[in-house]
């Protein structure tokens, strides 16, 4: 059985001790009295020992076809004997010295030879072809697209001659590469075998399964997770495993030599790697990282991608002349998207990720629904920035800014379409006084009238940000993991001085309009309840049945101020009124109670100012999800 190391290192000292040790004594006897070891006691040796020889450190800076460059920082006591001042002596130093190796890694390190030695200095390290302790290529973010390029000059070069989608089957052949499907663990998406394995795969009918002798060079593809936990198609699944072997079958190389048991590498779908890893499991990271991040841009490289999109924008604008930009957009993703055989949400990506930044304003899925595509001047957001936010995160965020919270409890702006609006007709459509949606106007115009926010401070922790930017999504993927943002008071600038005035002069018109009225309503609970009813033309009967309260309380809340008024109870006749929050904070003061900061009083707040035109059910099931025990009163459970 072979031995088994902890490193390279440990290996390199073990297995070639005495060729290092010759190679260090060659370069001292050459170098004679120049040799700098200062010694004042032996001032001729004629005899050299090296003592506590240790291979501190490897670098590797080149492989090319399986030869392996590399070099190796070496520690050893040196011990000389020769003519000193009056007699034979002897001197003990330790000295540092660097080995230049070459050799062969073809299973196992063959044909070694120590091409240099030299007295040891600190080197200028070079990102051109260099490698990590662990073999896996050094690859930044700012190559990655030049990294897919070379990928698909060695082994699909006319996909970077015209656009076209990568035909999975040539791709595997150009490679010499073998694909099955098998029946991996729930949590493995895909394998690349490295090493002679017997493993069960599925027959042709995706139900029989047989048992398989797979050799190096296979890729394992689980058809029931595929990437990402059903987030990611098979196509990305294939180049995923491509990439490893293209550029980390070294690595695998490596640790084979180390360890002969190992023979493939597991994909696992992760939801957040880790900030404290080290070691091999570092190097597993990012190795998946390359794997992620170069499989959307293998599949839509980078010039014939933007040559495509452009020729179908052009297209669509041409056919679609009445449209907005952000339909046309979403039209021109969702082809993109067909021709190159990937996901809608991976074409967004990508588009993103090449320049189009209007693509963000498209497939825009918040909360298990699609809001319209919207459009906005290039350059109003920054790399990290968006207009979007999940319900959960911009109830903390209106809860955290000072200044973001009296914005939305003051109407200034409103909570739709998952953006914070600037509350205005131009921009805000109020449907039945209830239903929210932006204008066309304002779709068209988001930087114009909507709130930027800055991706920071995760509540959700489901994913890593860089997988929603980076991974090649293949499904629809709920911005809430993902879009964990804070408010930027930067908005301001957003507009210019005339709007600015105009949207102010109507907030103001707005709210002196609002202050009247509310000043002329009845001093009590009671009274105003009744004002509202008959304002809103309801009966004891109707208002029931939207509250789940009994007619009959309703009836008493209406005639007796003296009865005590819960505040799940107000709650549920805010909403069964349909109540603007300026009116519901009105009718709960009325009530006696005031808002404390619990998170049961936020979330009541968030519900009356941004969901008034909700139902109980619907405020229910946010209570719900949101981890608040105690519901409001419900049809199901009437308050009698």
Same mark, same amino acid.
């Given at each position: 059985?072979?031995?088994?190391?902890?490193?390279?290192?440990?290996?390199?000292?073990?297995?070639?001790?005495?060729?290092?040790?010759?190679?260090?004594?060659?370069?001292?006897?050459?170098?004679?009295?120049?040799?700098?070891?200062?010694?004042?006691?032996?001032?001729?040796?004629?005899?050299?020992?090296?003592?506590?020889?240790?291979?501190?450190?490897?670098?590797?800076?080149?492989?090319?076809?399986?030869?392996?460059?590399?070099?190796?920082?070496?520690?050893?006591?040196?011990?000389?004997?020769?003519?000193?001042?009056?007699?034979?002596?002897?001197?003990?130093?330790?000295?540092?010295?660097?080995?230049?190796?070459?050799?062969?890694?073809?299973?196992?390190?063959?044909?070694?030879?120590?091409?240099?030695?030299?007295?040891?200095?600190?080197?200028?390290?070079?990102?051109?072809?260099?490698?990590?302790?662990?073999?896996?290529?050094?690859?930044?973010?700012?190559?990655?697209?030049?990294?897919?390029?070379?990928?698909?000059?060695?082994?699909?070069?006319?996909?970077?001659?015209?656009?076209?989608?990568?035909?999975?089957?040539?791709?595997?052949?150009?490679?010499?590469?073998?694909?099955?499907?098998?029946?991996?663990?729930?949590?493995?998406?895909?394998?690349?075998?490295?090493?002679?394995?017997?493993?069960?795969?599925?027959?042709?009918?995706?139900?029989?399964?047989?048992?398989?002798?797979?050799?190096?060079?296979?890729?394992?593809?689980?058809?029931?997770?595929?990437?990402?936990?059903?987030?990611?198609?098979?196509?990305?699944?294939?180049?995923?495993?491509?990439?490893?072997?293209?550029?980390?079958?070294?690595?695998?190389?490596?640790?084979?030599?180390?360890?002969?048991?190992?023979?493939?590498?597991?994909?696992?779908?992760?939801?957040?790697?880790?900030?404290?890893?080290?070691?091999?499991?570092?190097?597993?990271?990012?190795?998946?990282?390359?794997?992620?991040?170069?499989?959307?841009?293998?599949?839509?490289?980078?010039?014939?991608?933007?040559?495509?999109?452009?020729?179908?924008?052009?297209?669509?604008?041409?056919?679609?002349?009445?449209?907005?930009?952000?339909?046309?957009?979403?039209?021109?993703?969702?082809?993109?998207?067909?021709?190159?055989?990937?996901?809608?949400?991976?074409?967004?990506?990508?588009?993103?990720?090449?320049?189009?930044?209007?693509?963000?304003?498209?497939?825009?899925?918040?909360?298990?629904?699609?809001?319209?595509?919207?459009?906005?001047?290039?350059?109003?957001?920054?790399?990290?920035?968006?207009?979007?936010?999940? *319900?959960?995160?911009?109830?903390?965020?209106?809860?955290? #800014? !000072? @200044? $973001?919270?009296? &914005?939305?409890? %003051?109407?200034?702006?409103?909570?739709?379409?998952?953006?914070?609006?600037?509350?205005?007709?131009?921009?805000?459509?109020?449907?039945?006084?209830?239903?929210?949606?932006?204008?066309?106007?304002?779709?068209?115009?988001?930087?114009?009238?909507?709130?930027?926010?800055?991706?920071?401070?995760?509540?959700?922790?489901?994913?890593?940000?860089?997988?929603?930017?980076?991974?090649?999504?293949?499904?629809?993927?709920?911005?809430?993991?993902?879009?964990?943002?804070?408010?930027?008071?930067?908005?301001?600038?957003?507009?210019?001085?005339?709007?600015?005035?105009?949207?102010? *002069?109507?907030?103001?018109?707005?709210?002196?309009?609002? #202050? !009247? @009225? $509310?000043?002329? &309503?009845?001093? %009590?609970?009671?009274?105003?309840?009744?004002?509202?009813?008959?304002?809103?033309?309801?009966?004891?009967?109707?208002?029931?049945?939207?509250?789940?309260?009994?007619?009959?309380?309703?009836?008493?809340?209406?005639?007796?101020?003296?009865?005590?008024?819960?505040?799940?109870?107000?709650?549920?006749?805010?909403?069964?009124?349909?109540?603007?929050?300026?009116?519901?904070?009105?009718?709960?003061?009325?009530?006696?109670?005031?808002?404390?900061?619990?998170?049961?009083?936020?979330?009541?707040?968030?519900?009356?100012?941004?969901?008034?035109?909700?139902?109980?059910?619907?405020?229910?099931?946010?209570?719900?999800?949101?981890?608040? #025990?105690?519901? $409001?009163?419900?049809?199901?459970?009437?308050?009698?």
């Amino acid at each position: 059985m072979q031995k088994a190391y902890k490193s390279f290192e440990e290996y390199l000292g073990d297995v070639y001790y005495n060729e290092i040790s010759e190679a260090i004594k060659e370069f001292i006897h050459n170098k004679g009295r120049t040799f700098d070891f200062n010694s004042y006691t032996v001032l001729d040796p004629s005899y050299i020992k090296l003592k506590n020889l240790c291979v501190k450190s490897i670098s590797f800076y080149g492989i090319e076809h399986r030869q392996i460059f590399f070099n190796a920082t070496i520690n050893a006591d040196v011990v000389l004997k020769g003519m000193g001042k009056q007699d034979y002596d002897a001197d003990m130093k330790s000295k540092w010295f660097i080995l230049s190796f070459y050799g062969h890694l073809i299973s196992g390190l063959r044909k070694v030879m120590i091409i240099d030695v030299r007295d040891y200095s600190r080197e200028r390290f070079s990102k051109e072809n260099a490698l990590s302790k662990y073999l896996v290529p050094y690859i930044y973010s700012e190559d990655l697209d030049k990294e897919a390029e070379k990928f698909l000059q060695r082994n699909y070069p006319e996909a970077l001659e015209k656009p076209m989608p990568i035909d999975m089957d040539e791709l595997l052949d150009n490679m010499c590469l073998t694909m099955y499907y098998a029946p991996l663990p729930s949590n493995i998406f895909g394998m690349s075998v490295f090493n002679e394995i017997e493993i069960e795969v599925f027959e042709e009918n995706m139900i029989d399964t047989r048992i398989e002798a797979v050799d190096i060079g296979t890729i394992l593809v689980n058809p029931d997770v595929y990437f990402m936990r059903n987030i990611g198609s098979i196509n990305n699944t294939i180049v995923h495993e491509c990439i490893h072997h293209e550029l980390h079958s070294n690595f695998f190389e490596l640790q084979k030599l180390l360890n002969s048991d190992l023979s493939a590498i597991s994909c696992e779908a992760v939801e957040v790697y880790g900030n404290d890893t080290d070691g091999i499991d570092k190097a597993l990271q990012w190795m998946e990282w390359q794997a992620n991040v170069l499989a959307p841009r293998i599949m839509m490289p980078l010039n014939t991608t933007t040559q495509k999109l452009n020729e179908i924008l052009d297209c669509l604008r041409n056919q679609n002349p009445l449209l907005r930009n952000g339909e046309i957009m979403q039209l021109a993703i969702e082809e993109l998207a067909n021709f190159f055989n990937v996901s809608k949400l991976a074409a967004k990506l990508r588009a993103i990720d090449i320049g189009f930044q209007q693509a963000a304003g498209t497939f825009v899925y918040v909360g298990g629904k699609y809001y319209p595509p919207y459009s906005f001047n290039d350059g109003t957001l920054d790399k990290n920035q968006t207009f979007v936010i999940d *319900e959960m995160n911009a109830l903390y965020e209106a809860s955290m #800014s !000072e @200044e $973001l919270s009296e &914005m939305v409890y %003051s109407g200034k702006v409103v909570y739709v379409n998952s953006m914070f609006c600037i509350n205005d007709p131009k921009y805000v459509i109020r449907h039945d006084d209830t239903l929210l949606e932006l204008t066309e106007y304002a779709l068209e115009h988001v930087d114009e009238c909507c709130l930027v926010f800055d991706r920071a401070n995760r509540i959700s922790k489901l994913y890593d940000d860089s997988f929603y930017r980076r991974c090649f999504l293949c499904r629809d993927v709920d911005a809430a993991p993902f879009i964990e943002a804070k408010y930027n008071p930067k908005y301001k600038d957003q507009q210019d001085e005339k709007s600015r005035l105009m949207e102010t *002069e109507r907030i103001s018109e707005f709210s002196k309009v609002l #202050s !009247e @009225e $509310l000043m002329n &309503m009845p001093g %009590s609970f009671s009274k105003t309840l009744e004002y509202h009813i008959k304002r809103r033309k309801l009966t004891n009967e109707i208002l029931a049945e939207r509250s789940g309260l009994s007619a009959r309380i309703i009836s008493d809340y209406r005639n007796n101020e003296s009865l005590i008024k819960e505040l799940p109870t107000v709650m549920a006749l805010c909403i069964g009124l349909n109540l603007h929050h300026f009116y519901a904070e009105d009718l709960i003061e009325k009530a006696g109670h005031q808002w404390k900061k619990t998170p049961e009083h936020m979330l009541y707040r968030w519900l009356i100012a941004s969901h008034s035109d909700e139902t109980l059910h619907q405020w229910n099931k946010r209570l719900e999800d949101a981890g608040i #025990s105690q519901r $409001l009163p419900s049809n199901k459970h009437r308050v009698k």
